[in-house]
């Protein structure tokens, strides 16, 4: 994870933290999510993103629910997980 995520954006993680995997069918494999401390956050895309940036938690509260990943997604649950921890309340989402 540590390896994919330099070659993707660039950025170095540390004290990263299994959280979660969900079943992915492209093809029938495992998507894992993981939680890491980002050394910096300059961002530098490789060919197999389009695009990749921060976002604050006001920034995510603030945005319509249509902008967010799915509840039942593994990416919602680690910014629901991610939200939490950063300022202490459940993400409530803009109808």
Do not use: C, N
Not at 1 to 27: C, D, K, L, N
Not at 38 to 58: C, Y
Not at 68 to 80: E, G, K, N, V, W
Request: glycine share 4%; hydrophobic share 50%; net charge negative.
């Amino acid at each position: 994870m540590v390896r994919e995520v330099a070659e993707e954006t660039g950025i170095r993680v540390t004290e990263t933290h299994y959280f979660a995997s969900q079943p992915w069918p492209f093809p029938a494999s495992l998507m894992v999510g993981f939680h890491a401390e980002a050394q910096h956050s300059a961002v530098r895309l490789d060919e197999e993103l389009e695009d990749a940036r921060w976002f604050s938690s006001e920034e995510i509260a603030a945005s319509p629910a249509a902008l967010l990943p799915a509840p039942y997604t593994i990416a919602r649950r680690l910014l629901d997980a991610w939200y939490l921890k950063v300022t202490g309340q459940a993400l409530a989402v803009v109808a």
